[in-house]
């Protein structure tokens, strides 16, 4: 599981950072993408990654301002011509269903593939298969904005292949018997039972991606333990009345989340085209000052979000 930053800039495109978006790549646990905003040049930064659209599953719009949004009709479209034909889904506020399809159809656009959408009508649970569930909440950014937690459910624990062996169970299909949990007999009477050679559960990982927006109580909520959250921070702490103005927050203002939410590492992103170089990093150390486990983002950065395991 990795975070890919497709970009990370505020408001407009610049030359050190484009408009956001962020893809969750999830090849090894489901074969898939799932891709968070998509603002304007989404699919030309893509095209500087090993990133194929036609892996993009889900996308999930955190609110309908431009800059998360102006790239999403012409990734949708360049999907089709780049082999992609598995459905997708679109998670959103209300309005981003007629904002696409007005733009498909205004531009004579057909997909080859089934595309659908989930206007979110109520916070909650929006997804939740074996693997994975997708909780959101509503922020407070001046028009709707949302934010997600998506939970990975818990992994089996491991096989302890070196006690099975230390009691003479030989290696063979029995093993996987004995994962399962299952009591198994052996040729010379020995009784085995399999929960007894299984490691402990290991927790699944959390991800915490929040739309633009003031700090807000359903911020921590929403990061309450994750691996990772990923916070905006438009203005550093100097601007903190200009943040809350423009319903923005600061890196004061996610460090202050992330410590709240007892969170393991802060990523900052969406950060305004003010800020450059040096000045940018200074965003960092002031997150620092609260949260340690702070780091500022840049374009094409990816980050991997590990599976502790506990057990050997």
């Given at each position: 599981?990795?975070?890919?930053?497709?970009?990370?800039?505020?408001?407009?495109?610049?030359?050190?950072?484009?408009?956001?978006?962020?893809?969750?790549?999830?090849?090894?646990?489901?074969?898939?993408?799932?891709?968070?905003?998509?603002?304007?040049?989404?699919?030309?930064?893509?095209?500087?990654?090993?990133?194929?659209?036609?892996?993009?599953?889900?996308?999930?719009?955190?609110?309908?301002?431009?800059?998360?949004?102006?790239?999403?009709?012409?990734?949708?479209?360049?999907?089709?011509?780049?082999?992609?034909?598995?459905?997708?889904?679109?998670?959103?506020?209300?309005?981003?269903?007629?904002?696409?399809?007005?733009?498909?159809?205004?531009?004579?656009?057909?997909?080859?593939?089934?595309l659908s959408f989930?206007?979110?009508?109520?916070?909650?649970?929006?997804?939740?298969?074996?693997?994975?569930?997708?909780?959101?909440?509503?922020?407070?950014?001046?028009?709707?904005?949302?934010?997600?937690?998506?939970?990975?459910?818990?992994?089996?624990?491991?096989?302890?292949?070196?006690?099975?062996?230390?009691?003479?169970?030989?290696?063979?299909?029995?093993?996987?018997?004995?994962?399962?949990?299952?009591?198994?007999?052996?040729?010379?009477?020995?009784?085995?039972?399999?929960?007894?050679?299984?490691?402990?559960?290991?927790?699944?990982?959390?991800?915490?991606?929040?739309?633009?927006?003031?700090?807000?109580?359903?911020?921590?909520?929403?990061?309450?333990n994750a691996d990772?959250?990923?916070?905006?921070?438009?203005?550093?702490?100097?601007?903190?009345?200009?943040?809350?103005?423009?319903?923005?927050?600061?890196?004061?203002?996610?460090?202050?989340?992330a410590k709240e939410?007892?969170?393991?590492?802060?990523?900052?992103?969406?950060?305004?085209?003010?800020?450059?170089?040096?000045?940018?990093?200074?965003?960092?150390?002031?997150?620092?000052?609260?949260?340690?486990?702070?780091?500022?983002?840049?374009?094409?950065?990816?980050?991997?979000?590990?599976?502790?395991?506990?057990?050997?």
């Open positions: 599981m990795e975070l890919l930053f497709l970009g990370t800039g505020a408001g407009v495109p610049a030359k050190h950072r484009n408009v956001t978006s962020i893809a969750l790549k999830l090849l090894e646990e489901r074969n898939s993408i799932w891709l968070f905003d998509c603002g304007e040049g989404t699919q030309q930064q893509i095209l500087h990654t090993t990133l194929k659209p036609r892996k993009i599953e889900k996308i999930f719009i955190t609110h309908l301002h431009g800059d998360h949004i102006f790239g999403l009709p012409g990734l949708l479209s360049s999907r089709s011509f780049q082999g992609g034909d598995e459905p997708l889904v679109v998670y959103g506020p209300k309005g981003i269903r007629e904002y696409v399809l007005t733009s498909l159809k205004v531009s004579g656009t057909h997909l080859k593939y089934a989930h206007e979110i009508t109520e916070e909650g649970v929006l997804f939740q298969d074996q693997k994975f569930k997708v909780t959101c909440l509503e922020l407070d950014h001046g028009i709707q904005s949302f934010g997600y937690r998506i939970e990975e459910s818990d992994h089996q624990g491991m096989l302890q292949v070196e006690a099975l062996k230390a009691v003479g169970v030989p290696f063979g299909p029995m093993y996987g018997r004995i994962k399962n949990g299952e009591t198994v007999t052996l040729e010379n009477g020995q009784v085995i039972d399999g929960r007894d050679f299984v490691g402990e559960d290991q927790k699944g990982r959390i991800v915490t991606i929040l739309g633009d927006t003031r700090k807000h109580p359903n911020s921590v909520l929403l990061a309450q990772v959250l990923v916070h905006e921070s438009t203005f550093d702490g100097e601007d903190r009345k200009i943040a809350r103005d423009y319903h923005h927050s600061t890196s004061l203002d996610a460090a202050e989340v939410a007892n969170a393991k590492r802060l990523l900052l992103t969406h950060i305004s085209a003010r800020y450059l170089g040096k000045e940018a990093y200074a965003l960092e150390k002031e997150a620092q000052s609260i949260f340690k486990k702070s780091h500022i983002v840049k374009d094409f950065e990816e980050i991997e979000i590990q599976l502790v395991r506990t057990d050997k």
